[in-house]
């Protein structure tokens, strides 16, 4: 007989680790279970069916934090008869058969290039009472062609491309995510207006680096811009992305600095909906660490590209990665990344430590560097980066600002009743609702008044100037999450795709 366990709908959970990639990665693990007939558990669920883990490769101590966190998994495990966990992403690609050879109670373990394989891997697994352990080498589908259940009512992830071509001694991403592989602009554009028809009012463009995006394209069939456009084809892709009714935000990350041109400045400048920011990674200020990091570019190449932001948007804040403790840095080369931070007048840093990474050619380089070297030049660092922040921040108070109302943003909003949100540069900006409190959603516009700068965020404690109900705000207030079916690869559809069928029950910095 069924018992009345058997007869529910297994539920899951997905657990991420890692970049913009490997977020909108689990945004399509989880329209893949859910099409599968699996319940997202609730947030609190500390036993759900299925628990999947979408890894990273990058960060210092992925792999400690994986097992450390499989370990607590065990017993849980133990107390919960069918309970199946999942090891995918970066680390999972690296690792493979090694994850069921040091966690044995792991069921599946997939790569970063068969996602869509989890539901059968999974079924397999149930069934043969064995690990399913399915690695691949090169790309199985497009992953935007898979379901996806994205995470925001009013933002969403879209991949222009997949893989890098570039060869930077520190990083392990090319091995893991294989050569890039381009989408073709109508699938692209295709997806953009699928998640504009159900109330997303922001995309932000993926590719580990989108400026290299439609190089290798040749003719396929594609009118236009699309067909050939080499060289200018992120620059008309965004252009493009213009012309999208109810598409209020574009953003994009990353770009590299060597493939950056001008005509990306000119569309970005002249397309009203992107936004007038820049995330493009600095990496070192030393040409010598960036001539070993195999960078192909110089400190005067990339405050080239800042200055000439800045003249064709002199409002767009700019942020940056930066790697301290290089093998071979030298005290010269540290001050010569201050230097260039200082040039630059970065709106934020994402900054990091160097650390090794097994397999790639800086982990056996000569001038490892002992750790408190890199841990006092990393402080300095982020002193001085922060004083350049808040300095930057600070211009902006009694400055209006337009922002899109979030979830998540403001970990203090609950104590300090604020709300929070997103300018159109990017800042963070938490604000007081005045008399708007209780009708303001996430996905809502509020424009409001700075009042207040910090070297992270921006204060705005008066009354809002205004506040405009959005369909994003409707469907957070709904309670709905957009979800797409995918968008077939070289098979552009005109205007937006079917809705998606009713469910049974998303290293990016080079």
Not at 166 to 179: A, D, M
Request: proline fraction near 6%; glycine fraction near 10%; charged fraction near 25%.
């Amino acid at each position: 007989m069924t018992t009345a366990a058997e007869r529910s709908p297994r539920t899951y959970q997905v657990r991420t680790y890692g970049c913009q990639m490997n977020v909108h990665d689990s945004e399509r693990i989880s329209g893949l279970l859910e099409q599968a007939g699996y319940v997202r558990a609730a947030e609190a669920a500390d036993d759900p069916d299925v628990v999947v883990f979408n890894t990273c490769a990058v960060r210092e101590n992925a792999d400690n934090r994986l097992y450390g966190n499989l370990g607590h998994l065990r017993p849980v495990k133990d107390r919960h008869p069918g309970m199946q966990i999942a090891v995918g992403g970066c680390l999972a690609q690296k690792d493979r058969g090694d994850i069921v050879r040091k966690a044995p109670w792991v069921d599946v373990v997939f790569g970063t290039h068969n996602i869509g394989s989890l539901p059968a891997l999974l079924e397999r697994a149930r069934h043969n009472a064995a690990a399913e352990v399915e690695i691949l080498e090169s790309l199985d589908v497009f992953p935007s062609t898979l379901p996806t259940r994205r995470e925001s009512t009013y933002a969403g992830w879209v991949s222009i491309s997949v893989g890098c071509n570039n060869t930077c001694t520190f990083c392990i991403v090319p091995s893991l995510r294989g050569k890039e592989k381009d989408r073709r602009p109508g699938d692209i554009l295709s997806e953009v207006r699928a998640l504009v028809a159900e109330g997303v009012l922001e995309v932000t463009l993926l590719g580990q680096n989108v400026n290299s995006y439609g190089v290798a394209f040749g003719d396929a069939g594609e009118p236009d811009w699309k067909r050939g456009a080499g060289r200018s084809a992120f620059a008309e892709l965004l252009r493009a992305c213009g012309d999208i009714d109810g598409l209020e935000r574009v953003r994009f990350t990353s770009p590299h600095p060597k493939d950056f041109t001008d005509d990306v400045i000119a569309a970005m400048a002249e397309t009203p909906n992107v936004c007038p920011s820049l995330h493009m990674p600095l990496q070192s200020g030393s040409d010598d660490v960036l001539r070993a990091m195999r960078r192909s570019y110089r400190s005067e190449k990339y405050l080239g590209i800042i200055e000439k932001v800045r003249a064709a948007m002199p409002d767009a804040a700019i942020t940056t990665d930066i790697i301290v403790g290089f093998p071979g840095e030298t005290e010269a080369d540290f001050q010569r990344t201050l230097d260039v931070v200082r040039a630059a007048r970065f709106a934020s840093a994402f900054t990091f430590q160097y650390s090794k990474r097994p397999g790639t050619p800086a982990a056996t380089m000569d001038g490892q560097l002992p750790k408190q070297v890199v841990q006092e030049r990393y402080e300095r660092l982020i002193a001085t980066v922060e004083e350049i922040t808040w300095a930057e921040n600070r211009k902006l108070v009694g400055e209006t600002v337009e922002v899109l109302v979030a979830v998540g943003e403001g970990r203090k909003d609950e104590r300090t009743g604020r709300l929070s949100g997103r300018a159109l540069d990017g800042r963070l900006v938490h604000f007081d609702a005045g008399s708007y409190a209780g009708s303001i959603r996430p996905g809502d516009i509020v424009r409001t008044r700075v009042t207040y700068a910090a070297p992270h965020h921006l204060n705005a404690d008066g009354e809002p100037l205004a506040h405009r109900r959005t369909r994003a705000g409707d469907a957070a207030e709904a309670g709905r999450s957009p979800r797409t079916p995918g968008v077939l690869l070289g098979l552009p559809t005109v205007g937006a795709p079917a809705a998606a069928p009713t469910p049974t029950t998303g290293c990016a910095a080079h």
